[in-house]
């Protein structure tokens, strides 16, 4: 049991040190967007905050969602890198429950398991929120992203979204902004 203890510790420290934001204990399983229409949902979005993840280290952060076959989301998420590049990735996410639209599992890698993508508030026009977990008993990996379809959001929705958050028990004090600067991501709009 030590030996486990132990390991469990070591591993939690590297992925924090990481900035993967993780907890002890299961995931949070908050209320997910009612009557969700995946396809109002399409077109690109702009992620204005995040949990912090292993796998996104850009700024400029955008995903885009197309219809891609019945009940199958395309999804193609791009980043800028700090060297200058476009860090690019393309995936797809359908609703294994189709009464419950909203939670929808992604994948972007043949052959590797899928990972929450549930959109917990949509107005479909203006901000998206985003929640998943992952469970590596006894952790958690928690993951969120507030998105916007302008590269800006009012402070009074990005504030109502968080609060949607830490309702849920989600450490919306992890959350970094996303750089979204005209400036900076106009290669991004190329």
Not at 18 to 43: E, H, I
Not at 139 to 155: D, G, H, K, N, V
Not at 164 to 188: H, N, P, R, Y
Request: net charge negative; hydrophobic share 45%; with cysteine.
């Amino acid at each position: 049991m030590q030996v486990f203890q132990v390991l469990s510790l070591t591993l939690l420290s590297v992925m924090a040190a990481n900035a993967q934001v993780f907890a002890v204990g299961r995931c949070p399983k908050p209320a997910v967007q009612a009557n969700f229409d995946a396809t109002q949902y399409l077109g690109k979005w702009y992620e204005i905050a995040k949990l912090p993840t292993l796998f996104q280290k850009g700024e400029c952060g955008t995903a885009t969602y197309s219809d891609k076959s019945p009940g199958v989301v395309g999804v193609l998420n791009r980043e800028l890198l700090a060297n200058g590049t476009i860090n690019s990735i393309v995936g797809s996410a359908t609703a294994t429950d189709p009464t419950v639209p909203a939670k929808l599992e992604v994948s972007f890698f043949e052959g590797s398991p899928p990972g929450d993508y549930w959109v917990l508030s949509t107005d479909y026009t203006g901000h998206a929120l985003v929640f998943g977990c992952s469970q590596f008993w006894p952790i958690s990996a928690q993951f969120s992203w507030i998105l916007s379809r302008e590269p800006t959001m009012p402070e009074e929705t990005l504030a109502d979204l968080r609060g949607i958050l830490a309702s849920a028990g989600v450490k919306v004090d992890k959350m970094v902004a996303t750089d979204q600067d005209l400036e900076l991501c106009a290669v991004m709009e190329e």
